[in-house]
DNA sequence: CGGCCCCTTGAACTACATCAACGGGGGTGG
DNA sequence: CCACCCCCGTTGATGTAGTTCAAGGGGCCG
């Protein structure tokens, strides 16, 4: 049961069978809560067990000196943060609680036994990674090749379709925990372009964004202005 | 023997067997060449096979509206240019020839016996799809955070230490077979602003670049201004 | 020999950053 | 329970890194 969240986003990728989920919920051995500014996994560690969403949002992200940040992925529940630190096993980077968090832990003992004896499954798990390496990319499109408004609008459009797939958005409408200067460090911005931009989003009747709650108001525009494009999500059932 | 850069290449994560070498070499069914500029694979497409590069340099891209484009990844001989193909499905992004290039085939079929029956080598492809998604956070974080300067030496560090990796490299000299055009799609800069970035980079006596050959004159000062990690690439043999 | 990339340079422009300040709301300590 | 304070969103003014436009020159290939 405490693996419920992962099993659901692993489903969007391919039907998982009942021996499957049963190994999976027995992988998530525990589950832990980390409060909201706290590090899930840090960098320059080498972690023993991997961890997923369960709820709350949170980010990986680097540092620079002048104390700049960059925040490299946005996490919600149903994501596996830190999967790929079985294979790669020193991380290079931070993952945050960016909203207090509840996670699943699964052993990377488990992962390797997974690994060993379940080719499908290893497979979906590989579908997940390389999901992760999809989304990567389209950020560095958006940051290098977009301008700050088409870029803020294909953030959106992404985190409706994903917190969608995970049936966290309805009425295109969903969650957004982040505050101005966070979602700045996700998108390369400084939080006063941030405001501008928001602002401007809202004044073109595309969303409102009031508390923690964002309504797209206009998603077909909202879409063409981001040149979005849904297939780097994956979100089709396939046989993997 | 069609394999030997890949396996160079898988070398410098894990020791793999003979036997998983001679797996790799069969799976290699033939090789292609593709002339420069061409693609290797399209946007749209659902390849059936996945290639690594045996010589040349080739390049992911996207294209937006009004002529923009993006480099989201640049390929050196040994990587497995689109092996996530294989788990994804459906490619979101082209890839071309930058140069010239010969490549190995590898049938969508044979990476599904590999995964059905070697565990070991299929986590070991797994940490090449891992490691391309850590690049692509890295590039994240300079595009984002980084001067154009500071983004530039990172990308020399980075293909330095990838280059070296396979034997492509020494002295501090690697082959750069980039225009500067490309280099600015790649860094998400203007030609211009490249032509001079890297004036400034000969100027501070940081590179010299003359034709294809570029030359890293003060190693320790650009991994310093680059504020360079080779963590991310994960370039350490250790049991996976 | 001609044409076309590719590198280079100059000048003008602009998207976004930086600096500074203020108000409101919610949590905390007195 | 109240007061304070800090975080967060907001606005204005100014600064700048990088873009865009334009043009010339050199080398290589057909």
């Given at each position: 049961m405490?693996?419920?969240?992962?099993i659901r986003?692993?489903?969007?990728?391919?039907?998982i069978?009942?021996?499957?989920?049963q190994?999976l919920?027995?992988?998530?051995?525990?589950?832990?809560t980390?409060a909201?500014g706290?590090?899930?996994?840090q960098e320059?560690?080498?972690p023993?067990e991997?961890?997923?969403?369960?709820?709350?949002?949170?980010?990986?992200?680097?540092l620079?000196?002048k104390?700049?940040?960059?925040?490299?992925?946005?996490?919600?529940?149903?994501?596996?943060?830190?999967?790929?630190?079985f294979?790669?096993k020193?991380?290079?980077?931070?993952v945050?609680?960016?909203?207090?968090?509840t996670v699943?832990?699964?052993p990377?003992?488990?992962?390797?036994?997974?690994?060993?004896?379940q080719?499908?499954?290893?497979?979906?798990l590989?579908v997940?990674?390389a999901?992760?390496?999809?989304?990567?990319?389209?950020?560095?499109?958006?940051i290098?090749?977009?301008?700050?408004?088409?870029?803020?609008?294909?953030?959106?459009?992404?985190?409706?379709?994903?917190?969608?797939a995970?049936?966290?958005?309805?009425?295109?409408?969903?969650?957004?925990?982040?505050?101005?200067?966070?979602?700045?460090?996700?998108?390369?911005?400084?939080?006063?372009?941030?405001?501008?931009?928001?602002?401007?989003?809202?004044a073109q009747?595309?969303?409102?964004w009031?508390?923690?709650?964002?309504?797209?108001e206009?998603w077909p525009r909202l879409?063409?202005?981001?040149?979005?494009?849904?297939?780097f999500?994956?979100?089709?059932?396939?046989?993997?």
């Open positions: 405490l693996a419920a969240a992962l986003k692993l489903e969007k990728f391919d039907r069978s009942d021996a499957e989920r190994l919920e027995r992988a998530a051995v525990r589950q832990r980390v909201k706290e590090d899930l996994v320059g560690s080498r023993s991997s961890l997923f969403l369960i709820t709350g949002f949170a980010a990986r992200y680097s620079l000196r104390g700049k940040r960059q925040i490299t992925a946005l996490h919600v529940p149903g994501d596996f943060v830190d999967l790929h630190s294979l790669v020193k991380m290079d980077h931070s945050m609680a960016i909203t207090a968090c699943g832990i699964v990377h003992d488990a992962l390797r036994a997974i690994s060993e004896t080719p499908h499954l290893t497979r979906v590989g997940n990674i999901v992760d390496a999809a989304i990567h990319r389209q950020w560095i499109v958006s290098g090749r977009q301008s700050a408004l088409e870029h803020t609008a294909h953030l959106f459009c992404e985190l409706f379709l994903r917190l969608q995970v049936g966290l958005a309805e009425d295109y409408s969903f969650k957004l925990p982040l505050t101005q200067a966070e979602l700045g460090d996700t998108l390369g911005l400084s939080t006063v372009h941030v405001n501008r931009v928001i602002q401007e989003m809202r009747g595309l969303i409102t009031r508390g923690e709650t964002v309504v797209i206009d879409q063409q202005i981001a040149e979005f494009d849904p297939t999500l994956s979100l089709e059932v396939e046989p993997r």
